[in-house]
């Protein structure tokens, strides 16, 4: 089992940037596939980034392509997510998410995909 922390929310103007981070207890971190998501008011809970147990592969929401980066430090326990060129849209909750898996290659983008949350980081972007 893990249990994940996310910090690093805040306000910020939109063309800002920001990090999330969101830490893991548990000493097989690298057993895990994370992902991140966000609930902004009024929707659903909705995919933005995952990677794989090693880093080696990423992938994105159209939405965030080119803007956010997702990455983990397995020897800090952590995954973390750079937003930059933030927009009002991007406002929401932000969560982390993990799933422990034996695929080394293997992201996933489903929120049904994955076991354990954190409690989410909220994100607020102004115009």
């Known amino acids: 089992q893990v249990q994940l922390v996310e910090s690093g929310g805040g306000l910020v103007q939109a063309g800002g940037s920001l990090t999330l981070s969101c830490a893991a207890s548990?000493?097989?971190?690298?057993?895990?596939?994370m992902g991140w998501f966000r609930r902004a008011p009024g929707k659903e809970r909705e995919f933005v980034a995952a990677?794989?147990?090693?880093?080696?592969?990423?992938t994105y929401t159209e939405y965030v392509k080119g803007r956010f980066t997702i990455s983990r430090d397995n020897a800090k326990n952590t995954v973390y997510l750079r937003m930059s060129s933030l927009k009002p849209e991007d406002t929401a909750v932000y969560y982390c998410a993990a799933r422990y898996v034996a695929c080394g290659t293997c992201y996933y983008t489903k929120t049904n995909d994955y076991a354990y949350w954190g409690q989410g980081t909220q994100v607020t972007v102004s115009s």
């Open positions: 548990g000493r097989t971190f690298s057993s895990y596939a």
């Open positions: 990677i794989t147990r090693s880093g080696g592969s990423t």
